[in-house]
């Protein structure tokens, strides 16, 4: 099946700080990813739609300038987390779809766990 | 952003037992998926659902499209431990927005 793959698992940092977290399809490509951030016992909230080649889409309520997306190729996108403060620490996961696909299926990373003290 | 309704919010059985739970929404969606998450780890994808009225078995699990296709359902036979975990449904609008809206998640445990 499709494997989706992030990087780092967990980071730990000190406020004010950048962070970069990688996502990674690693036996398909993707020109869409998706990047969804999950407190802890909630939901998952669906933060931006990565376009490979192209600007990404933030919904409404994230910051563009503060969760940085760029999406080079076909198989990697990058989150920035900018000045992180103890607010952003969370639980951050990443999606992709089957370039091609017609099918709604999304296959997740492992997710991104960053604690900002 | 919208979120889809889940219930039960939690859930604890003894092994063995079969589970139903249900998600709904106050509008229609033409894709339903159903994920479970164990602690730490991303979504896994157990059953995708694309018509009105679907009803498809993966294993010892099963979910249907609702007819309305506001809803759909979930259903586990004879729990097994490995079956613990958060368990999320997704509702996709159309195959032109690919956007997710993810249920608020059951929490599935069994009782030794």
């Known amino acids: 099946g499709a494997v989706v793959s992030q990087h780092p698992s967990w980071v730990i940092c000190k406020s004010g700080t950048s962070v970069k977290i990688e996502c990674r399809s690693l036996?398909?490509?993707?020109?869409?990813m998706f990047w969804y951030r999950q407190f802890p016992k909630q939901s998952l909230m669906l933060m931006a739609t990565s376009n490979e080649g192209s600007k990404a889409t933030y919904e409404q309520g994230v910051e563009k300038d503060k969760f940085l997306i760029n999406h080079a190729s076909l198989t990697l996108s990058t989150l920035t987390v900018t000045s992180a403060h103890p607010e952003d620490s969370s639980f951050y996961i990443c999606s992709a779809r089957l370039a091609g696909s017609n099918t709604g299926e999304l296959f997740f990373g492992e997710g991104s766990r960053l604690t900002v003290l | 952003g919208q979120q889809l309704n889940q219930s039960p919010q939690s859930m604890f059985i003894q092994e063995g037992e079969d589970v139903s739970m249900n998600c709904t929404s106050s509008?229609?969606?033409?894709?339903w998926l159903w994920y479970k998450q164990d602690p730490g780890e991303g979504p896994v994808l157990l059953i995708a659902?694309?018509?009105?009225?679907e009803l498809t078995s993966n294993g010892r699990l099963t979910a249907q499209f609702g007819i309305t296709r506001k809803d759909s359902f979930l259903n586990i036979s004879a729990s097994i431990p490995s079956d613990v975990g958060i368990y999320f449904c997704a509702g996709q609008k159309d195959f032109g927005n690919e956007k997710l809206t993810f249920g608020t998640g059951t929490r599935l445990t069994i009782i030794p």
């Open positions: 036996d398909f490509q993707a020109t869409t």
């Open positions: 509008s229609i969606f033409n894709t």
């Open positions: 659902l694309y018509k009105a009225g």
